[in-house]
C-alpha cells in the first residue's frame, strides 16, 4: 500500500492510497484493522500517553454498542471511499483534503 496525502481531523481521516488489492472494500477493511491494531497497541504500551484511560475508556464504550467488535472499537464502520480514476481526480482530492483543516479554523 503506499499513502500519497492524508489529513487527520478530530473526528475524521482523510487519505489517498494505492494498493494492489483491487476490491476498494477489502482495502478499507485491511488499512482499518491494521492502523486500529497499530493505534490501540501504542496507547497501550507508550509510557508517555498521558491520555491512555480516556482513550481507552472511549474506544471501549464505542464497542459496548457493536456487535460485531470484541473489546475495543477505533474506527466506525461508515466509510465514504472513492475510487479516483485519473490525474485530474487525485489532483482534485488531494487539493480537498489538504483545504479541510484550513476550512475548519487549523
Not at 22 to 32: A, H, I, N, P
Request: positive net charge; glycine residues 2%.
Amino acid at each position: 500500500m503506499e499513502l500519497f496525502a492524508y489529513v487527520i481531523m478530530t473526528n475524521h481521516v482523510h487519505c489517498i492510497l494505492r494498493s494492489k488489492i483491487e476490491q476498494l472494500s477489502d482495502l478499507v477493511r485491511d488499512f482499518k484493522r491494521y492502523t486500529s491494531k497499530q493505534v490501540l497497541k501504542e496507547v497501550a504500551t507508550n509510557p508517555k500517553e498521558s491520555r491512555r484511560g480516556w482513550l481507552e475508556m472511549v474506544f471501549e464504550y464505542h464497542a459496548k454498542y457493536n456487535k460485531r467488535v470484541d473489546k475495543k472499537q477505533l474506527w466506525t464502520h461508515e466509510n465514504h471511499a472513492v475510487e479516483l480514476s485519473t490525474n485530474e481526480m487525485i489532483d482534485s482530492r488531494v487539493d480537498y483534503i489538504h483545504e479541510n483543516p484550513v476550512k475548519a479554523g487549523w
